[in-house]
């Protein structure tokens, strides 16, 4: 990952930092789950040593940085040549937003992010997952935001209810998940106007990055591409926004 990307991703100010090889470790036994782990590069003492095979155990995202990059990113200077990022709040799995569909005796509708950045973006799509009822939410592991505690509190407790899952690639993930009876729409304004589209069964929806949208590869993926009619002079709506509307187009449907 590039530090640019490390920069914008990590150092909000957000996200729980635990520094320090005793602490981490004890992070890893006991349960916490830590989205990326920063090691000092080149370093090979043994405790370090233990915590990389901890972490490649657990499959946290490792970054191997130099001392100057671990300083910026430590908080009291006595990271000893370890930082982790630990989520504000557990991961679910894929099978928990199953579990719920078919407790509530419904057809899945999971909601798919193709690299999120924004927290706020992200805690406002889990609100609005929850809203329209949808059974969970799925992000990527890599250059995308996690469940910061910004993420937390912009999704107003909606955490409490809705499984947020990670995986490792979402193009692979659909492709299980079409096994498993769904179908996919992605929102794009290249597509075919939503409201001409036939929403409704189980469903898979997926929402692109703020920037550059659904990548080539997840876009090809989905059975439909749909997009959302604009009338003002800019082109594209915010990311969480365009998820509301389309997923409130599949509630419409559904409820029909």
Request: glycine share 8%.
């Amino acid at each position: 990952m590039q530090e640019k990307e490390i920069n914008k991703l990590e150092n909000d100010g957000n996200t729980l930092i635990i520094e320090g090889r005793n602490a981490v470790m004890e992070a890893f036994r006991s349960g916490k789950t830590i989205d990326k782990l920063f090691v000092l590069n080149g370093c090979q003492d043994g405790p370090v040593r233990t915590i990389v095979r901890e972490a490649k155990k657990q499959d946290t995202i490792l970054n191997f940085v130099e001392k100057e990059r671990l300083s910026q990113l430590s908080e009291n200077g006595k990271h000893q040549g370890v930082i982790a990022y630990v989520a504000a709040y557990d991961y679910s799995d894929i099978e928990d937003m199953f579990s719920l569909a078919e407790r509530k005796g419904e057809p899945p509708f999971l909601i798919l992010l193709d690299n999120i950045e924004d927290p706020h973006n992200l805690g406002a799509i889990i609100r609005t997952a929850n809203l329209a009822g949808a059974h969970g939410v799925i992000i990527p592991k890599r250059r995308a935001v996690g469940l910061t505690s910004t993420v937390v509190k912009t999704s107003a407790g909606a955490l409490n209810y809705t499984p947020v899952a990670k995986v490792t690639n979402i193009s692979k993930t659909i492709e299980e998940l079409k096994e498993r009876g769904l179908w996919f729409v992605c929102a794009d304004m290249s597509g075919e106007p939503m409201y001409s589209l036939n929403l409704t069964g189980p469903i898979g929806m997926v929402i692109g990055n703020e920037g550059e949208g659904v990548g080539r590869l997840v876009k090809e993926k989905c059975d439909f591409v749909a997009s959302i009619p604009v009338k003002g002079e800019i082109d594209s709506l915010n990311a969480s926004v365009a998820a509301g509307v389309l997923a409130y187009e599949i509630v419409r449907q559904r409820m029909k």
